[in-house]
Structure formats: structure tokens, C-alpha cells
């Protein structure tokens, strides 16, 4: 079992910065991606942002694309969301979510971003809230 807690979260104005953190309970290394997703009330839980822990390669949604950056730690066991030019529809709660699948690459299914179905592993979340 691999438990996933993020930090970071928060009230900002629009425009402003938050740096959303999940720590892992596992190496990050036994994993073969993790992400970010956020749901708003009422509405769908959202792909937002995932990496390849091996590699690096990042994928993302069009609604975050030059704005948001997911990073990794490997020796922290630790995935960042490096978040920028937040809009007041960004606001929602922010999950992070690892998937153990080796050998598995999405390809074309995540050309708009994550899908939440490929994940197993989920984090409580983190509320993030942006003023206009």
C-alpha cells in the first residue's frame, strides 16, 4: 500500500503562485508515474499534470499548459505542482495520485492530459483557492 500526502495548498489572488507538494510513502522510483488532478464542485475530477518518474516526461492539460510545472525528488520521495498565473477557475481540490503499472506508457490516451482511471494509488487532497 503506498500512501500519498500533499501539502501546499491554499487561498491566493488571481494571478498569484502556489507550490503544491506530495510526499510518498514509497520510493517514488517503485512507481511509474504520478499526478495531479483536481475536482470543483459539481463537477468531474480532472486530469491536471503527471510525470514519468523514470525519465521525466511530463504530460498536462491544455487548461494548466505553460502555467503549471510537475517536478520530481527522487531522493525525497516527493512530487511537486509548481502552479503560476492562477485563474479563480483553477480553484478546486487538488489530489495527487501514483500509478504502478512497468512497462505501461500512455501514449496518445493522455494527449490532453491524465486520466484519472489509470491511477491506484490516491492522496486525501489539498484545497487551493484562487480570488479574483
Known amino acids: 500500500q503506498v500512501q500519498l500526502v500533499e501539502s501546499g495548498g491554499g487561498s491566493v489572488q488571481a494571478g498569484g503562485s502556489l507550490r503544491l507538494s506530495c510526499a510518498a510513502s514509497a520510493y517514488t522510483y517503485s512507481m511509474n508515474f504520478m499526478g495531479w488532478f483536481r475536482q470543483a464542485p459539481g463537477k468531474e475530477r480532472e486530469g491536471v499534470a503527471a510525470?514519468?518518474?523514470?525519465?521525466?516526461?511530463?504530460y498536462y492539460a491544455d487548461s494548466v499548459k505553460g502555467r503549471f510545472t510537475i517536478s520530481r525528488d527522487n531522493a525525497a520521495n516527493t512530487v511537486y505542482l509548481q502552479m503560476n498565473s492562477l485563474k479563480p477557475e483553477d480553484t478546486a481540490m487538488y489530489y495527487c495520485?501514483?500509478?504502478?503499472?512497468?512497462?505501461?506508457?500512455?501514449?496518445?490516451?493522455?494527449?490532453?492530459?491524465?486520466?484519472?482511471?489509470?491511477?491506484?494509488?490516491w492522496g486525501q487532497g489539498t484545497q487551493v483557492t484562487v480570488s479574483s
Open positions: 495520485a501514483a500509478l504502478r503499472r512497468p512497462g505501461w506508457f500512455p501514449g496518445a490516451r493522455w494527449v490532453d492530459g491524465p486520466k484519472a482511471a489509470d491511477f491506484r494509488y
Open positions: 510525470i514519468y518518474i523514470g525519465a521525466g516526461s511530463t
